[in-house]
């Protein structure tokens, strides 16, 4: 964290003093942003997922050394994610509970348990332990997560929260259940959508046979290899015999040094090129030797016309498709998705667990939204991309700017926009979201039309499967499409518009840079400054700097 840290200030400290005051504000407040950023991904988080009984909150106890720390009981306990951090000493240990930015519960572990938490609280429990003290110091942070059938709500907000910071996961399976079901793989699947790695453990190892239990994990190993494609194998753990070595060796072999250069570096890197773009611009006008003869009422005038660019944007927007469109092609998406994975479905629902068949289809549905509208807004920005172009045209108009500064004043928008803009996650894990229709229609359905297909069934489970495989991808997944549609209608408008005052607001700023710069080079040369060559010089030497940073972070 540290290392990335200062490579944002030495990021300042070479550009800073060589920008003009506007170019400095807007820096600042970008390398501000940046530093907030690094803070809030400090730790690599871990979650720790399955089903309620599945040993979760245990393991952590015995990895703690804590028998009986956090709640453990034959109901769902752990509604919201809890983190484990490291307490000075017996003395301090406690409980935090978060709703946004407000702590709505501070007092002991054992009271922790009993506090009323919502849907979206995060937990954060404080623990005298060795083990938490070297894990923490080496930048990771075990979380309790809420059990699959905890509350479909609960589990979903939990999921996307990690899903975000770029996280690892825990994944245990009950030896009594002897395999991955259709919900764990379809959850696997969707991670590694994500480009998230998840390890997988089998728990409570003493409920079976030694023999058995040999059966089981070669049984779960061919899943999970034939899931992930990788030759990695399960790990076993027993909280109850403190048999949790296999964790804590994978927890061990954790490269967090690669994992945060994957976090961290597009935030260095974009705040990088937003320094050296600024110098660039200063460099490239001081080379041009351009007509100054009229430059104050032309300044002027692209002062006016900057107060039109909202405008000039908004309606320019032609290329781009319609919110309407946009949703349908995200519909399309996930309608894809399902018809891939309706046998992965259609066995859920032989489980005769309504749990598994929402879990199941939650990690279909949810990574198809989330990658169809990354996949919208990049089409919506690459059309902005030409409008970009003839506004700025339309705008610099009769100055005589280099015209390379001019594409890299486009090309720079466009690339900020998309690589700024964040997964729209954490939007649709809030109240009001897809999920809740989603699983409230898939509730409703199951309930009206699984019973009838299991009485039907004659000819054994392959015959079941392409049976409910067919009710799946007809009518069924039409009505789930059906309720998505107003919600994903909204998101899309949301999107767009977030977009385009990304735009407008990137678009004033560099504006104003090179209205700043052409006002400065004025006075210069009214003063009677004419070779500029000392300037460039020291410049180019703070690019050359600047460049070197963003080369250690490839």
Not at 185 to 208: C, M, N, R, W
Not at 278 to 292: E, G, H, P, V, W
Not at 374 to 388: D, G, H, I, N, W
Request: some cysteine; hydrophobic content about 40%.
């Amino acid at each position: 964290m540290q290392i990335y840290k200062e490579l944002i200030t030495q990021t300042s400290e070479i550009g800073m003093s060589l920008l003009l005051p506007e170019a400095q504000e807007q820096l600042r407040k970008q390398e501000q942003e940046a530093l907030e950023l690094l803070d809030s991904l400090q730790y690599v988080k871990v979650p720790i997922v399955g089903l309620f009984d599945a040993g979760k909150t245990s393991l952590i106890n015995s990895l703690t050394a804590h028998k009986g720390l956090l709640p453990v009981d034959i109901i769902p306990k752990t509604s919201i994610p809890c983190e484990i951090y490291a307490a000075v000493n017996e003395d301090e240990q406690r409980a935090e509970v978060f709703r946004g930015k407000e702590c709505v519960y501070e007092g002991s572990i054992e009271g922790y348990g009993d506090f009323d938490k919502l849907p979206g609280d995060v937990g954060k429990v404080y623990v005298d332990s060795d083990f938490v003290r070297s894990t923490q110091k080496r930048g990771l942070i075990l979380v309790d997560m809420p059990g699959t059938d905890s509350g479909i709500r609960e589990h979903n907000d939990a999921i996307v929260r990690y899903v975000q910071q770029g996280t690892l996961f825990a994944q245990l399976i009950s030896a009594k259940n002897g395999a991955l079901s259709s919900s764990d793989i379809a959850f696997i699947k969707e991670l590694k959508q994500y480009g998230l790695h998840t390890a997988v453990f089998i728990s409570k190892t003493d409920l079976v046979t030694a023999e058995g239990l040999e059966d089981i994990r070669e049984y779960i190993n061919s899943q999970y290899q034939d899931v992930m494609e990788t030759t990695e194998t399960v790990g076993q753990v027993c909280a109850a015999n403190d048999d949790v070595t296999a964790f804590i060796n994978w927890i061990n072999t954790i490269d967090i040094e690669a994992v945060n250069k994957k976090r961290f570096s597009p935030i260095i890197t974009s705040y990088v090129a937003a320094m050296r773009l600024a110098i660039i611009t200063r460099i490239q006008l001081l080379k041009d030797d351009m007509n100054f003869g009229d430059i104050d009422s032309k300044i002027a005038e692209l002062e006016g016309q900057l107060c039109q660019v909202n405008e000039m944007l908004s309606v320019s927007i032609e290329n781009a498709d319609t919110p309407e469109k946009s949703t349908q092609d995200i519909l399309d998406w996930v309608e894809n998705d399902m018809r891939l994975n309706s046998r992965l479905v259609a066995e859920s629902i032989l489980s005769n667990s309504v749990t598994q068949v929402n879990e199941t289809i939650m990690s279909i549905v949810r990574p198809a939204l989330l990658n169809a509208f990354a996949e919208e807004r990049k089409q919506f920005v690459e059309a902005m991309r030409t409008e970009l172009d003839t506004v700025t045209r339309r705008l610099l108009e009769g100055i005589e700017i280099p015209s390379d500064l001019i594409d890299d004043m486009i090309s720079e928008n466009a690339d900020i926009i998309v690589g700024s803009l964040q997964l729209l996650a954490e939007r649709l894990s809030q109240s009001g979201n897809p999920w809740g229709a989603t699983v409230g229609l898939v509730l409703r359905l199951l309930a009206e039309w699984v019973p009838d297909i299991l009485r039907e069934i004659f000819g054994g489970q392959e015959r079941a499967i392409r049976k409910i495989e067919q009710k799946f991808i007809g009518p069924f997944t039409s009505q789930i499409l059906n309720s998505l549609y107003s919600i994903v209608l909204q998101q899309v408008k949301e999107q767009q518009e977030h977009i385009l005052n990304g735009v407008r607001l990137k678009y004033a700023g560099r504006v104003a840079q090179i209205m700043e710069v052409l006002q400065n080079l004025h006075e210069q040369r009214v003063q009677g400054e004419n070779d500029f060559s000392q300037q460039i010089a020291i410049l180019d030497i703070a690019i050359s700097q600047l460049d070197s940073i963003d080369g250690s972070l490839r």
